[in-house]
């Protein structure tokens, strides 16, 4: 008897799966974006401006939504969503990139494709007009996963991605954000480093604005997930500082077997809390739900060290996760039904 049920199990659990991976069109495909998380109040949005946050969000999930519902891959519904954002001076990536202390914008950006395990990115290129690009170049085109500043730039000019004169990443909002930050310069900022707290001569625009930040995170119709984020940083950042966006397993990562991830937040928190590879390890290893994972790193372990932020999620069933913990975060969601949802607050 025993024996029969456990072969009724293996031949359930066979058929449940192979839905997914053996071409039957899984009908719970979904994809998942995000702009940034940060002070976001209602209060403080003009109706034209929220009206252009929701234009652009829902044309990311239009455009990713066509590569799922074609039978496309995830990995190229989430590049199809993060290229409109990145091309939107709304967003802190591509050309409405925040700048440094010197006044320079530098990009980090990373993709990840849970099929095999396969993950690009590029950290502090300057000149990659989108750098998300850049990281599936690395990602598919070369033998490494990590590529930085001046090499970075070269290869992507190598493999004919489109290089732009820096002013192209210029914009009158964010550079009147970093003198903004600057005057702030004297109010200090702690950052506890493990323990070991140390005052920094700068401000990050953390508390006083948003990070606006871009990422996408996909099921398509074949079972395979995928993640991609891509970033300015943060304002007024020191020179070579490099974010959680592209390291992967902080910022951004995918696995079949659990969940496609892309966070946004103050970096260095989400880097020291390795949070996407956490969250995924969570629930490969600890039997925990998406939602569960998710809500325990960014609305415990996260604002316990004294970081902030969210991240959007997606897992092998199609469930999905948004939490932040911040005044809002510039989010959507597009259904296998192609129905949009896009927010913004809480
Ligand atoms: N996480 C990004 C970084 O630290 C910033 C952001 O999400 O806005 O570079």
Not at 57 to 83: H, R
Not at 149 to 175: C, N
Not at 256 to 270: H, L, P, Q, R
Not at 298 to 318: S, Y
Request: proline share 2%.
């Amino acid at each position: 008897m025993r024996l029969i049920y456990s072969l009724l199990g293996i031949l359930l659990f066979n058929s449940g799966f192979s839905q997914n991976r053996a071409g039957k069109p899984a009908e719970n495909y979904v994809l998942v974006i995000h702009g940034g998380a940060g002070t976001i109040l209602k209060s403080q949005m003009s109706p034209e401006k929220e009206k252009a946050y929701r234009d652009a969000l829902t044309l990311a999930l239009q455009q990713g939504y066509a590569v799922l519902q074609s039978g496309g891959k995830a990995i190229d519904a989430v590049t199809a969503a993060i290229l409109v954002m990145e091309d939107n001076p709304l967003f802190n990536a591509g050309k409405g990139a925040v700048f440094t202390s010197e006044g320079k914008n530098e990009m980090d950006a990373a993709v990840m494709d849970g099929s095999g395990l396969q993950a690009g990115s590029v950290a502090g290129v300057t000149v990659i007009r989108n750098p998300i690009l850049a990281a599936r170049a690395v990602m598919e085109k070369s033998n490494h996963v990590m590529m930085a500043g001046k090499g970075a730039e070269k290869f992507a000019a190598d493999q004919g991605l489109q290089i732009v004169d820096p002013s192209y990443f210029y914009t009158e909002e964010r550079w009147k954000g970093l003198q903004r930050v600057r005057q702030e310069d004297s109010m200090k900022t702690e950052l506890d480093h493990g323990g070991k707290k140390t005052t920094q001569a700068f401000l990050f625009e953390n508390k006083d604005s948003k990070f606006g930040t871009v990422g996408a995170v996909a099921l398509d119709k074949s079972g395979n997930l995928a993640a991609g984020t891509s970033t300015g940083g943060m304002t007024n950042k020191k020179y070579g500082r490099i974010g959680d966006a592209p390291i992967i397993g902080a910022g951004t990562y995918a696995n079949n077997k659990t969940c496609a991830i892309s966070c946004t937040g103050w970096g260095e928190y989400f880097i020291r809390l390795v949070v996407a590879k956490t969250i995924s390890d969570m629930m490969q290893y600890g039997k925990f739900s998406l939602a569960d994972a998710a809500n325990e790193l960014v609305m415990k372990q996260v604002p316990a060290l004294g970081g902030d932020g969210g991240l959007i999620a997606v897992d092998r069933n199609g469930r999905y996760a948004m939490p932040f913990n911040t005044e809002g975060m510039y989010r959507g969601v597009v259904h296998a039904d192609g129905k949009i949802e896009v927010l913004i607050y809480k």
